[in-house]
């Protein structure tokens, strides 16, 4: 892979001006959105994409998220539907990622979908991330930043240690609010949650008047993210730990005594938006193992576990 000068950008208009060139000559741009930070490229340009695909590492059998600056401009690419509009009306700009089929003339590349008939599709909310959106104007497929199988970033440095020299740039939108990947639903049939994430199921349901099913397992439209070892530190993951054992990195929740603590009163929100950094933070000490106390499996509670599990299996 040819080495690349990443160009560390702040979040101005002059440094989303040049994110926005940069995308519109086929090159790479990290940037951040309410979730975590998006590797992104010019959705519609086949080199760009597939050079996604080789700066994370990934398989390339994982289609991308495609993240626009508006509804209209999701309308052009995927078949809306009122289960759409209802759900946007509810959660967009925000992180719900929903599943559609893809329009014929769309002019996504196929690297995207991954040979699928459907679009990931979702509009941040991150302010950054919508005013490079309006800057570009264009849909932009874009991944987490980070080595494919790795902890997501949350930070601009999580980028730049992950994928310095591999990148055209990164543009520094701070610390992400929500800290964990969007949810995504699948719409193409009976509304279907793919991956938990920062919308709950329960809320998708309440705004839809319909139950949301699960995913079962082994389904052949499998999310990635639903690899089993994904979102991994280099330490061992320890879950459930109501006791430490010696030499442990202890990551904590709720009023215990810790090396960090993803939310001393127990908040889930502020846990999730704390995870990946304090897991980031652990990593490098270099302990052989983090334990994890254990998390509610409620509300987004449900997404930090589904997570913190993938951190933990086998690999
Ligand atoms: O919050 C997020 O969603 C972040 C930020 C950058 O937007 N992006 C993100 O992308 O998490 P990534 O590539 O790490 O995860 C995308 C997920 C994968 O699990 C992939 O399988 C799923 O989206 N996906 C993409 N297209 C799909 C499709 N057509 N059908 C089902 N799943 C799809
Ligand atoms: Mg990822």
């Known amino acids: 892979m040819a080495e690349r000068v990443t160009e560390k950008l702040d979040n101005t208009e002059a440094g989303r001006a040049r994110a926005a060139a940069i995308w519109r000559d086929g090159g790479l741009v990290a940037f951040a959105t309410e979730t975590v930070y998006g590797l992104g490229a010019d959705a ?9 695909y080789e700066a994370k590492g990934r398989p390339s059998f994982n289609p ?17 539907s009122e ?9 967009w700009p925000g992180p719900l990622t929903l599943v559609l089929p893809i ?15 459907t679009l990931a599709i979702r509009m941040p909310a991150n302010p950054a991330a919508q005013a490079l959106l309006q800057a570009f104007d264009g849909p932009v497929a874009a991944p987490s930043a980070n080595n494919s199988g790795q902890i997501s970033p949350t930070r601009a440095q999580h980028v730049l240690d992950d994928l310095s020299g591999r990148i055209d740039a990164v543009l520094d939108g701070g610390a992400c609010s929500v800290g964990l990947e969007s949810t995504i639903l ?24 319909l139950p949301v099913a699960l995913r079962e397992e082994g389904d052949a439209i ?9 979102y991994a530190p280099r330490a061992r993951v320890r879950l459930n730990a109501s006791t430490w054992q010696p030499g442990e990195a202890r990551l904590g929740f709720g009023p215990v005594d810790c090396d960090r603590n993803l939310s001393p009163s127990a908040d889930l929100t502020e846990a999730a938006a704390n995870l990946f950094e304090y897991l980031h933070q652990l990593d490098a000490l270099g302990a052989g193992t983090i334990a994890v106390s254990p998390i509610p499996d409620h509300g987004m509670g449900i997404a930090i576990n589904d997570r913190l599990g993938r951190a933990a299996a086998d690999r």
């Open 83 to 91: 289960q759409a509009q209802k759900l946007a009306d509810a959660f």
């Open 222 to 230: 499998s999310a990635p993210g639903q690899i089993t070892s994904h």
């Open 186 to 209: 699948g719409l193409a049939g009976t509304p279907t949650l793919l991956r938990p994430g920062g919308v709950t199921r329960d809320a998708i349901s309440a705004s839809l008047g």
């Open 44 to 52: 519609r340009n086949d080199r760009a994409v597939a050079s996604i």
């Open 64 to 80: 991308l998220i495609v993240h626009v600056a508006s509804i209209a401009a999701a309308q052009e690419l995927v078949e809306w």
């Open 103 to 117: 329009k014929p003339d769309a002019g996504i590349s196929k690297l995207v979908t991954a040979g699928l008939s």
